[in-house]
């Protein structure tokens, strides 16, 4: 979530000059916004990581503007989310985990509620991961189109027998979002993905990936981590090794091939 902040607040600002821009009669420009969930900024080709392969963000980043020193005051999903749609702190909005809804308040004056009010069409697919108050009548308040997908399991029964990797149904809702944007309307579509996410209810394989992927690193050796070693962990505080962390590294990584995987 590191670069999240600097970037939604710089949303925060140019949502609003956009708003005023059409209510004002000139023509605003389209807007796409991505978000992957559970997302290193430095897991990226473009920040100099050595393994991992992202030629399209690193395209995104050559571009434009890339952060590369911003700071997250919550690295909560629940609370980054809420961030991300009001443009405020989590201490303002007062949402994550376990507390009440987001407010209609704060819906209300979230990007896609004021670019709507503004004229444009707005949709979402993907994770949400927000609980509004009032929802699905305050939901349709922001969002014009909304197909959310998640995971458990990441792999979606379709009419057809067949299945489908969240990753890609998110990718193809998003193409007929963009597809059915009547001519001349401006549009907002915000773009979730899951997949970064670990599938914690599937122990065998946490991390399903879509067919589009297989083989990607079968070349490459995986380096072990920094701290792997056991002196590390014997030397952590006891609360630490009991934690559900703990638990989760049991899940994923206590072994080289699970690690490897």
């Known amino acids: 979530m590191g670069a999240r902040i600097v970037g939604?607040?710089?949303?925060?600002?140019?949502?609003?000059?956009?708003?005023?821009?059409a209510l004002g009669?000139?023509?605003p420009p389209n807007i796409l916004l991505f978000v992957s969930d559970d997302h290193r900024a430095d897991v990226l080709g473009c920040a100099g990581h050595p393994i991992v392969r992202t030629p399209t963000i690193d395209a995104l980043a050559s571009q434009g503007v890339r952060f590369d020193n911003a700071f997250v005051t919550t690295s909560?999903?629940?609370?980054?989310?809420?961030?991300?749609?009001?443009?405020?702190?989590?201490?303002?909005?007062?949402?994550?985990?376990?507390?009440?809804?987001?407010?209609?308040?704060?819906?209300a004056q979230s990007y896609?509620?004021?670019?709507?009010?503004?004229?444009?069409?707005?949709?979402?697919?993907?994770?949400?991961?927000?609980?509004?108050?009032?929802?699905d009548a305050t939901r349709a308040e922001m969002f014009d189109w909304f197909e959310p997908v998640s995971r458990t399991p990441y792999f979606k029964p379709r009419a057809?027998?067949?299945?489908?990797?969240?990753?890609?149904?998110?990718?193809?809702?998003?193409?007929?979002?963009?597809?059915?944007?009547?001519s001349g309307r401006s549009f907002c579509l915000s773009v979730s993905f899951n997949a970064g996410h670990a599938e914690d209810a599937d122990l065998d394989i946490q991390y399903p990936y879509p067919p589009s992927e297989e083989g990607l690193y079968a070349?490459?050796?995986m380096p072990r981590p920094r701290l792997d070693a056991p002196e590390v962990f014997a030397a952590?505080?006891?609360f630490l090794k009991s934690s559900l962390n703990r638990e989760r590294f049991g899940w994923r990584w206590d072994t080289p091939e699970k690690y490897d995987r």
């Not at 140019?14 to 708003?19: E, G, H, Q, R």
């Not at 809420?82 to 987001?102: C, D, K, M, N, W």
């Not at 004021?114 to 994770?127: C, I, S, W």
């Not at 057809?160 to 944007?181: K, M, P, Q, V, W």
């Open 8 to 21: 939604v607040l710089w949303l925060a600002g140019l949502v609003l000059s956009l708003a005023s821009a």
């Open 219 to 221: 070349d490459v050796e």
């Open 76 to 107: 909560i999903c629940a609370a980054s989310r809420a961030t991300i749609l009001t443009g405020v702190v989590e201490r303002t909005h007062r949402y994550t985990f376990g507390t009440a809804p987001l407010s209609a308040s704060m819906c």
């Open 160 to 182: 057809d027998g067949s299945a489908r990797h969240a990753t890609d149904l998110t990718g193809d809702l998003a193409i007929e979002f963009l597809r059915s944007n009547p």
């Open 236 to 238: 952590q505080p006891e």
């Open 112 to 135: 896609p509620a004021q670019l709507r009010e503004a004229g444009y069409r707005t949709g979402f697919v993907g994770k949400l991961g927000v609980a509004l108050e009032g929802g």
């Open 25 to 27: 009669g000139e023509e």
